[in-house]
C-alpha cells in the first residue's frame, strides 16, 4: 500500500454469485456488482521511450449513487531485466495525485471527472475533489528524485535522489483507492462530502513520463 492510501471499513452482509457475476449487499441491501478478473474493465498503456506500462483497472463499470468504485493503477516493467528511467517530470495533465499529498516520491497519480472526456480533451476539465480539506501527516517526500530503477518484472523500483548513497528506498509503484464521492468547496459547501451523483464519469491514470491512460464509470 502507497504512503498516501487511505484506510477504508467496508461493512458487508452477504455476497451472491449469479453466473460469472458477483454481487456485494451493503449494509443498505443494494448490490453492486464486481466483475471476475477477466472481465475487469482495464487499460494499459505501453510508453515506447522508456518500456514501462502504465495499468489502470476498476472493479465495476457502473455504480448507483452512494456506492463506491475501487480504482487500481500500477507502474509495470515488463522487461525481464532491470528497467533504469530518469526522472521527467513531463505530467499528461495537471493534478495527477495519489491521496492529499499529491504523489509524494511515486511517479503516477490519477484523477476523476464528471462527463466524458478523451485524451484530446481531458486536460481541459476540471477533476472532482477527492480528499476532504484538512491538515495531513505526510510521509517522508525526497527533496528531489532522479531516477527510477525499475525491478525485472515487477512495479517495484528503487528510487535514486536527494540521499547520500545508493537508493533512497524501494516502492511497490502501486495504488488502490476508493471513490464514491467528492467534497465540495465554496463559502457556503466547503467541506461538504457529496455522493456522485448519476452520469458518466472518467477515470485519469498519469505518469511522469507522459503516459495517459483512461476508464469509464456510469453512476445510477
Known amino acids: 500500500m502507497s504512503p498516501s492510501s ?7 452482509s452477504a455476497v451472491i454469485v449469479i453466473g460469472s457475476m458477483a454481487f456485494v449487499l451493503d449494509p443498505n441491501n443494494t448490490a453492486v456488482a464486481y466483475l471476475p478478473s477477466s472481465l475487469l474493465p482495464t487499460s494499459s498503456v505501453t510508453n515506447p521511450a522508456n518500456h514501462l506500462e502504465l495499468r489502470l483497472a476498476l472493479n465495476t463499470t457502473s455504480i448507483r449513487s452512494g ?3 475501487n480504482i487500481s493503477m ?12 530518469t526522472a521527467l517530470r513531463a505530467w499528461p495533465i ?5 491521496g492529499p499529498c499529491g504523489t509524494t516520491n511515486y511517479p503516477m497519480g490519477m484523477e476523476v471527472f464528471s462527463g466524458y472526456y478523451t485524451a484530446s480533451n481531458v486536460s481541459s476539465a476540471r477533476s472532482l475533489p477527492l480528499d476532504p480539506p484538512g491538515i495531513y501527516n505526510c510521509p517522508m517526500i525526497l ?3 532522479g531516477s527510477y530503477s525499475f525491478h525485472p518484472l515487477s512495479s517495484e523500483a528503487d528510487v535514486y535522489g536527494s540521499c547520500t548513497a545508493g537508493p533512497c528506498l524501494t516502492l511497490n509503484v502501486t495504488s488502490a483507492t476508493l471513490v464514491s464521492g467528492y467534497w465540495a468547496s465554496g463559502f457556503l459547501t466547503n467541506g461538504t462530502f457529496r455522493a456522485l451523483s448519476p452520469g458518466t464519469y472518467t477515470i485519469a491514470a498519469g505518469d511522469e513520463w507522459g503516459t495517459l491512460a483512461l476508464l469509464y464509470i456510469t453512476v445510477s
Open 94 to 98: 495537471e493534478g495527477l495525485s495519489l
Open 67 to 69: 456506492q463506491a468504485v
Open 74 to 85: 500500477s507502474e509495470f516493467n515488463p522487461l525481464s531485466q532491470p528497467n533504469n528511467v
Open 143 to 145: 527533496s528531489s528524485v
Open 6 to 12: 487511505v484506510a477504508f471499513i467496508c461493512l458487508l
